[in-house]
Each structure stands twice: as C-alpha cells, then as structure tokens.
C-alpha cells in the first residue's frame, strides 16, 4: 500500500493536494437512523467516503454451536460495493475485506458489553458505496454510532481516524491519494472516554518521533470525531422534542414573552373561523394515511387474521402499572 | 461530595458523565473509579441517590412475570418454539400450553398451537443459562383471534400504558378498542369498526414517537377527541 513518498503531496505553502492543513480532518456528516429495517443503523460521510452501517441484534445464533456462554458475539461485515472505487471491484469478498471485518469485530468488542447477552450475536454490517481513502476508519466511527442508535449497552464511543505520512510529515486523515503515495499510514480506533486504543494498525516506516506525534495527532483527530458522534446521537431525539415544544405546547419561556390575551385568543379563533367542510376533511386524510403506510412498508409487523369464532369479551388481563414517572 | 453532572430527563449517550460521588446505580449506568457513566442512549433520571438511564431504544428482554404477545414458528412433539420479540426464543412445552394435562400419543401439538398462531403469554421463568420459559394456561391467556397487532419499541411500553393504566384506558375508552399490550412491545388492538382500530394505532404511534416528551396525555386526548367529535358530526 505505502508508496516510494517521492510524489509531491504538500505544497511550498503547507498545504495538501486537497487544500487541507496537516492537522486538518475531511468534513464529516453522520446521520442516524437511515434505514428501517435495521435496529440500529448510520450513514457516515467523511470526505468523499460514503459508508452505511446496520447492527442487527442481539439476536440468536446460528449456527448455535458458534454461540459462546458466557458473552454476545460480534460479527462485523464489512463490504464494498462494486462500484464504489474507479476500477471494478470484483464482488467477490477479498482477502482484505475479512480481515477489515475482523479487526473491526474486535475494536468494537472492546467496547460493548458483551456479557449482558449470552449465547446471542450481534451483527454489524458495513457497506461502503462510495471509497476514497480511510474507510475501515469512518465505518468504525459509524458502526460504534449505529450500535448506540441501537440501543446496545455499550462503554464508549469509538472514534477513528487514520493518520500517514506524506513527504516525510505526520498528516491527519489520509485520503486516496495520499494513502497510495505516500510512505506510511496509521490507521487509528480510540474511545475518548475511556482514553482506550481499540484498533491500531501501521502500515510503511515511521520513525519513533513520527510514530509518537502520529498517535497524538490521531488522538487529536479522535476527539474531534467524538463531538460530531456526540451530536449527531442526541440530535435525533431532540429534534422531536424541539418540534412537539415548538408545534403543540409552547415552551414555558415563550409564554412569558407572549401577551396572556394572544395566547388565549389564538387557538379558539382557529377553530370558529374553520368552516366544517374543512374540518371533516383534515382529519380523514390524517387518520387513512398513516396505517397505510405501514402496512406497505412493513407487511411482517401487522398481521391480520379474519375472525374465525365470534369475539367475546376481551381477556381480562391486568396491565403492568408503571411505578415510575412518566 | 456526591455530585450530579447531568440534568434530569436529559437525553444521554455511551460514555456521558452521569455523576460523581456516592450512588446507587440502575441499569444503564456503569461505575468507574469515582465516576458514573451511562452505557444506554436513553433519559437520565436522577432520584436522590438513586440514578439510572431510562432505555430509548433496544430488544426486549424477557423478565419473569411479563405478559408478552409471541408468534409460533415452531411446533414439536410436545413443545412450542415461539418468537417473543427478544434475543431469545421463548419455549412453550405442552402441559403450559392448556388446562388439560398434555398427552403426546392422543394430542396434536398442531390442534392447539400451529405455525403463525399468535399467542398471548405470560413468562415464567428466564436467566442468562436458559432460554424463557413461556405459559398459556391461565385466564386470558391464549391464542388471540381477529384484531390487528403492531409492533413498537419495547421501552416505550410503559409510556403507553401510563401511570396506573392512565393513557391506555383513555385510548382505549375515545377509540371503542380492546386493547392488550405485550411487555415486549407487541399491542394487539381490536375495534368493532377499522376506523376505531386505525385510529388507536394511529395513537399509540404517536405515543411511541413522543414518548420521551412531557405532557403527552394531555396532546392524545386532544387529539383523539378532535377524532370523535369529527366522525360524530359525520353522522
């Protein structure tokens, strides 16, 4: 992989072929929740990189005797698409790509409690759509996302990044070009709240100043990822809570700037001023839309089952009260 | 010493900082040194010197005493594999299945439960070691004829539900509905017309979405009588 490093990669002016600083990682998009099926899933983009991550599980193993007793398993899968490099990539699973699915296993055991689920799995799929240099890295930083979107008891975040070297300097974040030309690459797994290295890998020489400036800047790099991780987790429920306090009920600040009369007088204007017709409508699309939707998308949840015998009373079962707040 | 660093209800993370100093954790929370830190994304709940991380998300996992709504998806000699929405399969062996004693040679496991059937449980025994242990035969339990099921985060149960039972009977009450949830996050809804059904599932998936809000009673009722006194000016 590591280049002869006599391609020229950083400018007189400090800079690198992309215009980034030494120090400077790729802009970075995460989002949670992209797919629905899935328990837990995330779509990362770091650069030009584009990378899906699914976790399914915990759920039972087959085949069973692979099951362990006394913790969960974690299968990574990590794939690229055919199309997501410029020369074809066979579909066929390389050599590479089981050994990025292995190690990524492990990174990501060290993180998760694995002994709260016995005997089950829990799979992690990665799939890259588009490659440009550090996958195995941001799919870390999306799987470790995606597994906490999945409600996975976990100890930490793991954030990655990988770091090189491009004409003998210590870079952070290597893309394409600089992972083949150049003469080292570093790629890195921390979890910043445990000030834990979970996946270390090096590839190409480096010098023990360049190795120990490399796992700082790294680590740099990492804490940088964990606060848009951080972010981009919390932001999925917020946003529904922003948008109920916002629509339904104003939050308490905004009633005290707004006049008592305004407040009052708004709602009930609405609802006299609303001619019937209008009412009856609204609400029917409301009400039909929904339901149908689900039953399209997800035909498995919903079952239907013609009634067979005529339907007596409800079972009197006493519903489990809840003891704490709401 | 003792000291909160997080508010309460606050939405956290893996790895958050929770709090410093003296307490008794539930789950959620792991303690490092001095340190508590949560391993859930889900509601940081703060009870004096009690703290836990309310789930948000994630499977179900059996408890001894749940009722839990299960699909059979395999029928042995004299036992029942059921899906029960956990990492587990759940196991229903004949002699829990009816009040009947269960005899192989003159019953049919497939005449009381086949493949497909969807069964009102409740769950007697479970561990790490073993895989839970389901029964059907006491009152109310059993197959569940007609109705529609829907499928929802099993932490968001409770919320549905509400305190003593507050939220599921309104909905229950403004839609015409019967209806059973399952701890597992399983609701089996029933109405005399599919408009009813439609609009208490309608209901209970708002309630999912909003669960982690405040003041959500209050926004159902609204929301389903505007429903009633619509399809009553209908008539």
């Not at chain 1, 089950?120 to 941001?138: E, F, K, M, N, W």
């Not at chain 2, 019967?178 to 309630?207: C, F, H, P, Y």
């Amino acid at each position: 992989m590591a280049g002869d490093g006599t391609t020229q990669l950083i400018d007189e002016k400090g800079k690198r072929l992309d215009g980034r600083k030494l120090d400077e990682l790729r802009p970075i998009e995460i989002k949670i929740g992209v797919l629905k099926n899935a328990d837990g899933s995330a779509e990362i983009r770091m650069g030009k990189n584009i990378i899906l991550a699914a976790v399914y599980g915990p759920r039972e193993l087959h085949p069973k005797h692979r099951a362990l007793p006394n913790r969960a398993l974690i299968q990574c899968f990590y794939r690229m698409s055919t199309f997501s490099v410029n020369d074809r990539k066979s579909p066929a699973p390389s050599r590479r790509e089981k050994e990025i699915s292995m190690i990524l296993s492990n990174a990501l055991t060290s993180v998760i409690l694995t002994e709260k689920y016995p005997r089950t799995t829990i799979d992690v799929y990665l799939q890259v759509l588009q490659a440009d240099g550090g996958t195995r890295c941001a799919g870390l930083t999306a799987a470790s996302v995606a597994l906490a979107d999945a409600g996975i008891p976990m100890k930490g975040l793991i954030s990655s990044v990988a770091v090189g070297l491009a004409n003998d300097k210590v870079v952070l974040d290597l893309f394409d070009i600089e992972d083949q030309k150049g003469s080292g690459d570093l790629p890195l797994g921390y979890s910043p709240i445990l000030d834990e290295v979970s996946l270390i890998q090096l590839d190409g020489v480096f010098t023990l100043e360049q190795f120990e400036e490399a796992l700082h800047l790294g680590i740099k790099g990492a804490k940088e990822i964990y606060e848009i991780q951080k972010l981009a987790l919390k932001e999925k429920y917020s946003a529904i809570r922003n948008e109920v306090a916002d629509e339904i009920k104003p939050s308490k600040k905004e009633v005290k700037e707004v006049p008592k009369e305004e407040v009052k007088e708004a709602p009930k204007k609405e609802v006299k001023e609303v001619p019937k017709e209008e009412v009856k409508e609204a609400p029917k699309k409301e009400v039909k839309e929904p339901p149908k939707e689900e039953v399209k998308e997800a035909p498995k949840k919903e079952v239907k089952e013609p009634p067979k015998e005529e339907v007596k009373e409800a079972p009197k079962v006493k519903e489990k009260e809840e003891k704490e707040d709401e | 010493m003792s000291e909160i660093k997080v508010e309460n209800h606050e939405i956290v993370i893996p790895g958050d900082l929770l709090a410093e100093g003296e307490f008794r954790c539930g789950d959620g929370v792991v303690k490092r040194g001095n340190s508590y830190y949560s391993t859930l994304i889900g509601l940081f709940q703060d009870k004096g010197d009690f703290i836990q991380v309310k789930s948000l998300k994630g499977k179900y996992f059996p408890r001894p005493g749940d009722l839990a709504i299960g699909k059979i998806i395999e029928v042995g000699l004299t036992s029942w594999i059921v899906d029960i929405g956990s990492p587990y399969f759940a196991i229903l062996s004949g002699n829990n299945a009816t009040e009947k004693r269960f005899d192989p040679v003159k019953d049919d496991a497939r005449k009381i439960f086949d493949i497909g059937d969807i069964i009102l449980t409740k769950i007697i025994s479970f561990d790490r070691t073993k895989d839970p242990t389901i029964i059907t035969n006491e009152r109310g339990l059993g197959k569940l004829r007609g109705g529609r099921i829907i499928e929802i985060e099993a932490a968001h149960i409770p919320r549905v539900i509400g305190k003593k039972g507050t939220m599921i009977n309104m909905v229950k009450r403004l839609t015409r509905t019967q209806i059973i949830t399952g701890q597992n996050g399983r609701i089996w809804v029933q109405g005399k017309k599919i408009d009813d059904e439609l609009k208490a599932i309608e209901s209970i998936k708002k309630i999912e979405l909003e669960a982690h809000t405040q003041g959500l009673t209050d926004r159902i009722r609204a929301m389903l009588s505007d429903n009633q006194q619509t399809t009553l000016g209908d008539e």
